[in-house]
């Protein structure tokens, strides 16, 4: 009577284990490595992001900064031609308005605090100036009744409130971006690429003192 081996499988090799070991453990090293990098990509490209949207929103409030300083001249002749004005209140807009023009923001818009607090401390110095010249215009019903102060008033209120919006923009990017260089583990990429916080305005933008143009009629 024949009879037949039993059939037995081959075990694996010690040897095949362990290199399948080791390539799962190198596997799951790459995965882990890429998972990092992408989260320092994904941080440091949000940084970047944030720091741009401050310096567009500083860009804005200066672009609306330069609006009001192109309507002044046309301001002041305004008030020369059409009121007995007070010379000391109108002299004052006007060294106020080459004050504000002989200083700049810096080149990337955040880098210098000193410099940035200057350019901002100049615009308020005019926005003041300019509040005081017009409360004095009330004084003048001939002056508010003609088509062109009513029209220079119109874009100065204008002005004033989109400077006003702006200002609150920075304030909220700064706050975001400041935000993200000092929380785990954007702090980690801030300290290794530089970044540092920004600067931010030292008064919020809704305790600003706005220029009060409001000519209606005196009764």
Not at 38 to 63: F, H, W
Not at 134 to 153: D, I, M, N, R
Request: charged share 25%; proline share 5%.
């Amino acid at each position: 009577m024949l009879t037949t081996r039993s059939s037995r499988r081959p075990r694996p090799s010690r040897r095949g284990a362990v290199a399948r070991g080791c390539l799962v453990a190198v596997g799951a090293l790459v995965l882990v490595v890429l998972a990092g990098g992408g989260c320092a990509v994904g941080q440091y490209n949000g940084i970047v992001s944030s720091k741009q949207n401050v310096n567009g929103r500083l860009a804005e409030i200066d672009n609306q900064y330069k609006r009001r300083f192109d309507l002044i001249p046309q301001l002041v002749d305004t008030v020369k031609g059409a009121a007995n004005y007070e010379k000391t209140t109108l002299q004052a807009v006007v060294d106020a308005r080459a004050s504000v023009g002989k200083v700049e923001l810096p080149s990337d818009m955040t880098s210098d605090p000193a410099k940035l607090k200057a350019y901002l401390d100049a615009q308020d110095q005019l926005g003041g100036a300019l509040s005081r010249l017009l409360v004095v215009a009330e004084q003048y019903p001939e002056l508010k009744a003609t088509e062109s102060f009513q029209g220079l008033q119109t874009q100065i209120e204008g002005t004033e409130n989109r400077i006003t919006t702006a200002r609150r923009d920075y304030v909220d990017a700064v706050q975001g971006y400041n935000t993200k260089i000092v929380k785990f583990p954007g702090n980690l990429i801030a300290s290794l690429f530089g970044h540092t916080e920004l600067p931010q305005f030292s008064t919020a933008p809704e305790t600003r003192e706005t220029p009060k143009i409001d000519f209606g009629d005196q009764k």
